[in-house]
Structure formats: structure tokens, C-alpha cells
């Protein structure tokens, strides 16, 4: 069974303050996605890479593909409360095995 | 693109009952997926789809749980005799097989609470 682990669970920080969640596992990652997560909604898409080493940044979030494809981070500078949200990654270990794995998430809450 | 649209949002149910929960997927997207999320869990995969084929099904899809797509567009996703176990957001997502990404797309989910 691949399992995909994301920390911390919880993270509750001040408007401002800036964040890093993980994404580990222990299976070479075919491509990973990071997606947001609100109440009563489905998962919204934030990214995708695929190339070990692979840095993309989406407006204060920045996202980094491990080199062996493996873990990945999301980091968000200058946290805003609209970033409060549940933040799950996903794993494909295989384009052709047709589903994702996903973490638990991270509950996180920006405070104003 | 109008997106991954679910139906119905919301359905509570008595125990014992049969559910169906429809799904629309993206209209280019020829892989379609079913999830269950309960809380403070990420999503749980359940079976996908291939234009019309079903070609994988989670050991969670228990005997009473059945889905379907006929035509490779939309799909259903049937729970019969429910149980309270059963409560839980089901989530439904798309994506084109051609790309190499295979990345899934979701709709807004149904919340079913059996009761």
C-alpha cells in the first residue's frame, strides 16, 4: 500500500506570518498534486508537477517537487485569513494505475 | 468548461434506503472517478472509469455500492440498503487520460448523511 503522510496536521498561525506544509512518501511519485480544500466543497486544484526538482509559484504560494520524486512542500509567504483552508496533497505512482492517493491534509488557519 | 458538476449536493437518507448520486464530468475529459471523504480524512478512492469502461474498484466498494457509465459521459453512482456508515462526502473528479500530469479535476461533491 503507498501511502502518502502530510504535516502538520494543524497549523494555526497570525496574518502575516509565513508557512511551510510536507508532503512525504516513501514511493517514487509518477506526479503530485497540491489542491485546497473548503467546508462542504470539493478539492480545488493549486498545482501540479511532474520533474523532480520542479519549483512552481502560484502568486505568495510556492511549490517544490523533491528531487526523487518522493516529498514535496508548499510554502506560503505572508499568509492571508482567505488562506485558511484544508490542504491536501495527492500522488500518482503510476499514469497508467487511473487514481490518486491522498494525504490527510493540513487544517490550516490564518488569523487576522 | 463548466466543470465537474455533482448531483445532488446534499442527501439525507433513512437507513436502509437506496441513494443514487449523479456526476458530469468535464466534457474533453475521458477518465472519470469516484472518492469518499469523511471527516478529517482526505478523499478515498472507489473505481474509475475510461470512456465506459469501469477498470478499477477500491476494495471499500462494497457489494452494495454500484456505478455506471453508459455512454462514457456522465456517471452514477448507486448505494443501496444504506447504511449509517455510509454518511460521507462523495466526491467525483475528471481528467484526460492524454495528458501525462493525470490531473483530476472535482466537483463540489455530495454530502450524504444516513440517518
Known amino acids: 500500500t503507498q501511502l502518502l503522510e502530510q504535516s502538520p496536521q494543524f497549523l494555526s498561525i497570525q496574518e502575516g506570518e509565513n508557512l511551510t506544509v510536507y508532503c512525504n512518501s516513501s514511493?517514487?511519485?509518477?506526479?503530485l498534486q497540491w489542491y485546497r480544500q473548503e467546508p462542504g466543497e470539493g478539492p480545488v486544484l493549486l498545482v501540479t508537477?511532474?520533474?523532480?526538482?520542479e519549483v512552481k509559484k502560484l502568486k505568495r504560494l510556492t511549490f517544490q517537487f523533491g528531487d526523487a520524486r518522493k516529498d514535496s512542500s508548499l510554502h506560503i509567504t505572508a499568509a492571508q485569513p482567505g488562506d485558511t483552508g484544508l490542504y491536501l496533497c495527492?500522488?500518482?505512482?503510476?499514469?497508467?494505475?487511473?487514481?490518486?492517493?491522498f494525504g490527510d491534509g493540513t487544517t490550516l488557519t490564518v488569523k487576522p | 468548461d463548466t466543470g465537474v458538476s455533482q448531483d445532488p449536493r446534499h442527501k439525507i437518507t433513512k437507513r436502509g434506503q437506496n441513494v443514487t448520486f449523479r456526476c458530469d464530468p468535464i466534457?474533453?475529459?475521458?477518465?472519470l472517478y469516484w472518492y469518499r471523504q469523511t471527516l478529517g480524512q482526505g478523499p478515498e478512492f472507489l473505481t474509475y472509469f475510461q470512456n465506459e469502461a469501469q477498470l478499477e474498484k477500491s476494495r471499500l466498494l462494497s457489494d452494495r455500492f454500484s456505478a455506471e457509465r453508459p455512454k462514457g459521459s456522465f456517471s452514477t453512482l448507486e448505494i443501496q440498503r444504506t447504511e449509517q456508515g455510509d454518511s460521507a462526502m462523495y466526491l467525483c473528479?475528471?481528467?484526460?487520460?492524454?495528458?501525462?500530469?493525470?490531473?483530476?479535476?472535482f466537483g463540489p461533491g455530495t454530502r450524504l448523511l444516513v440517518l
Open positions: 466534457s474533453e475529459h475521458n477518465r
Open positions: 514511493s517514487v511519485f509518477s506526479s
Open positions: 473528479a475528471s481528467s484526460n487520460y492524454r495528458d501525462i500530469e493525470v490531473t483530476q479535476y
Open positions: 508537477v511532474v520533474t523532480g526538482g
Open positions: 495527492a500522488g500518482a505512482f503510476d499514469t497508467n494505475a487511473g487514481k490518486s492517493t
